[in-house]
Nanobody
């Protein structure tokens, strides 16, 4: 059974960096599209970034473009979200999600993803 486990969350100062990890088990990462989503208190969950299977095409929300980088290490079955230049509005619970439809271009739409992790908390404060 496909499972996702996020890690790497914590407290970071504004302008600082944090790297989130999403480890996948029960499936081959290379065949999966992976998305990162976040949900702040009182707000709806929003898409942050995604990476497609096979082509490794990436996509970013405008709010994080130029600051966040998504990458994958298929050998480790892990996807990363490097967060640089963090802002207070980046504080949220971050979720990774998997799309098992092969070769589908990733999008930041929750309906595309069938499997979800439990989330990791990111706090941004001085």
């Amino acid at each position: 059974q496909l499972q996702l486990v996020e890690s790497g969350g914590g407290l970071v100062q504004p302008g600082g960096s944090l790297r989130l990890s999403c480890e996948i088990s029960g499936f081959t990462l290379a065949w999966l599209g992976i998305g990162w989503f976040r949900q702040a208190p009182g707000k709806e969950r929003e898409g942050v970034s995604c990476i497609s299977s096979s082509t490794d095409t990436t996509y970013y929300a405008d709010s994080v473009k130029g600051r966040f980088t998504i990458s994958r290490d298929n050998a480790k079955n892990t996807v990363y979200l490097q967060m640089n230049g963090t802002k207070p509005e980046d504080a949220a619970v971050y979720y990774c999600a998997a799309d098992d439809v092969l070769l589908r271009r990733c999008m930041l739409s929750e309906s595309q993803y069938r499997y979800w992790g439990q989330g990791t908390q990111v706090a941004v404060s001085s």
